[in-house]
């Protein structure tokens, strides 16, 4: 649940009040009626196709015959209204690239829902016409970090700079706009720091981070972030000392539980997942078979077998805001400590840590990046400063 500081507002939050209140009285509701298990975000996914083919993903690598499909605006209307979550998070593949994105967006819109439109920016600019600025309707940009490290991560040199110049259109023009970021093993924690700075000064809501997930399918096996100690390691350096201008577009308990100041069980039905071949169970992350019907989902999933307590070795490194996030949600208003956790984490937001911040400049002196993953250097020189896309030899 988005959480932070809303902009030229102070330390208060990162989304409009509207959203901030929509959320808290369904959340309520649902604990008043006793339901354990309820959807916050809806993952709609129209389709599988795209215009990238980064490494780390799982969801591009069907074959033709499955990425030529796509969902029609009814059965995506019939998803959100069977499901009920308040916000609708749209990735894929690139919805931009859906022939009737525009219809699902309004349709989804008209019924009183906050859409997270996931987009690489690519198509951004030149759909942008497409779509009118509402306080519903909120671009989320895939951003992994500062130019070079972006570029790397999509496998495409330029990506960064055009989405850099969408995200300032989208601003302009007066839309919601934050980002999504994916961290992956070698990741540069100073370099993330700078690129938060980049995005505030692009004037973005918020953003968003996460570690990345192993996916199966995804080419890339070696880059994913296996360690939850090294995860805490990682965004303790990157979330400690923070910028009173950084706005998270988080659940700000969440982003504690990265930095292993908390720790929560996954509840991998509170962004459930609806696709081309129904519902995805248990997770936008793991196949473990479809649903038909969401009610199904809920109710013959063996969700036991899932998460951290379970045992289920897909699930005992995975960190992800897709699991965790509504996790924070559930605590913020299930009791008064999660509530007053909360408050806390708004307020004292810059988390001083001395010895993090002497981390931080021993790493600026470490090689990062994919290819320090692998022990590759660029013509001798630390991989961070080079463009990933130069000659490699082994070091």
């Known amino acids: 649940m988005p ?11 990162a989304v409009p009040i509207s959203q901030m209140w929509t959320v808290a009285v369904y959340v309520l509701r649902q604990r008043l009626a006793g339901r354990r298990r309820y959807p916050l975000v809806l993952m709609l996914e129209p389709l599988f196709r795209c215009n990238l083919a980064c490494a780390g993903c799982g969801k591009i690598q069907y074959p033709a015959y499955i990425l030529k499909q796509e969902l029609t605006p009814e059965q995506c209307f019939r998803a959100v ?13 690139e919805p931009l690239l859906h022939p009737k994105i525009q219809e699902i967006v ?39 970090g500062t130019q070079e490290h972006h570029d790397f991560a999509v496998c495409r040199e330029g990506t960064y700079k ?10 302009r023009r007066g839309f919601r706009v934050t980002t999504n970021t994916t961290l992956f093993e070698g990741a540069d924690p100073n370099a993330v720091r700078q690129f ?8 973005v809501e918020g953003m968003m981070v996460s570690p990345g ?27 400690s000392n923070r910028k009173r201008r950084w706005r998270f577009n988080q659940s700000p308990l969440y982003l504690e539980f990265l930095m292993g100041k908390r720790d929560y069980e996954c509840t991998p039905w509170g962004n459930p997942t609806y696709n081309i071949f129904g519902w995805q169970k248990p997770c936008y992350l793991l196949q473990d078979g479809y649903a038909d019907t969401f009610r199904e989902l809920i109710e013959q999933t063996d969700w036991d077998r899932y998460g951290r307590a379970s045992g ?3 699930c005992q490194q995975c960190m992800v805001h897709c699991g965790y996030e509504p996790s924070a949600v559930h605590h913020t208003f299930s009791s008064f ?26 790493e600026a002196r470490k090689p990062h990046g994919p290819l320090a993953v692998l022990g590759l250097t660029v013509e001798g020189e630390p991989v961070s400063a080079r463009p990933a896309v130069e000659t490699v030899q082994v070091a």
Not at 5 to 12: E, L, S
């Open 162 to 171: 055009v989405a850099v110049e969408a995200i300032a259109e989208a601003v």
């Open 3 to 13: 959480l932070g500081k809303q902009r030229g507002a102070g330390n208060v939050m």
């Open 196 to 203: 938060f700075d980049d995005m505030m000064d692009l004037g």
């Open 81 to 93: 209204d069977e499901c009920g979550a308040p916000m609708v998070s749209i990735p894929g593949g």
């Open 213 to 239: 997930y192993a996916y199966p399918k995804a080419p890339d096996q070696v880059s994913f972030l296996r360690e939850r100690r090294k995860v805490h390691e990682l965004f303790e350096m990157i979330l």
């Open 106 to 144: 309004e349709g989804i819109i008209a019924r009183r829902k906050y859409v997270y439109l996931c987009t690489n920016a690519l198509l951004l600019k030149q759909k942008m016409d497409l779509f009118k600025p509402s306080r519903y309707l909120t671009f989320s940009v895939h951003m992994d």
């Open 337 to 362: 400590g999660g509530m007053w956790g909360t408050i806390k984490a708004m307020v004292f937001n810059t988390y001083a840590n001395p010895l993090a911040q002497r981390r931080l400049a021993e």
């Open 312 to 314: 289920n070795p897909s």
